[in-house]
């Protein structure tokens, strides 16, 4: 079974940078992509940025798109997640989750395509 760990979180001030990272225990077949989500206090979970395993082709929510950047270690195994130019309303406990297809990773995904998570590192952003 896949397990997942982020890391990376902090307290920053607007317009600050982050790098979180996502630790995925063994690379297996058993997954495809890697995706970040976000959920911040009484809101859904939703989504932040996908990356697929076999080509690389990444996706953003519109919130998110030109100033986050996904990418993947070269051993597959760990991911991660630029975030510059950080807004109070980016705030949230931050999840990376692996689902076992490529194609839940595209121009909408949500939550309940991916099979695998890890607990959530907190960001929050406040000057």
């Known amino acids: 079974q896949v397990q997942l760990v982020e890391s990376g979180g902090g307290l920053v001030q607007p317009g600050d940078s982050l790098r979180l990272s996502c630790a995925v225990s063994?690379?297996?077949?058993?997954?495809?992509?890697i995706a970040w989500f976000r959920q911040a206090p009484g809101k859904e979970r939703e989504a932040v940025s996908c990356i697929r395993y076999d080509n690389g082709v990444a996706f953003y929510s519109v919130s998110v798109k030109g100033r986050f950047t996904i990418a993947r270690g070269n051993a597959w195994t760990t991911v991660y997640l630029q975030m510059n130019n950080l807004q109070r309303e980016d705030t949230a406990l931050y999840y990376c989750?692996?689902?076992?297809?490529?194609?839940?990773?595209?121009?909408?995904?949500?939550?309940?395509?991916?099979?695998?998570w890890g607990q959530g590192t907190q960001v929050t952003v406040s000057s």
């Open positions: 989750a692996a689902a076992r297809a490529d194609y839940y990773c595209a121009n909408g995904f949500w939550p309940g395509q991916y099979d695998y």
């Open positions: 063994e690379f297996t077949s058993d997954y495809r992509t």
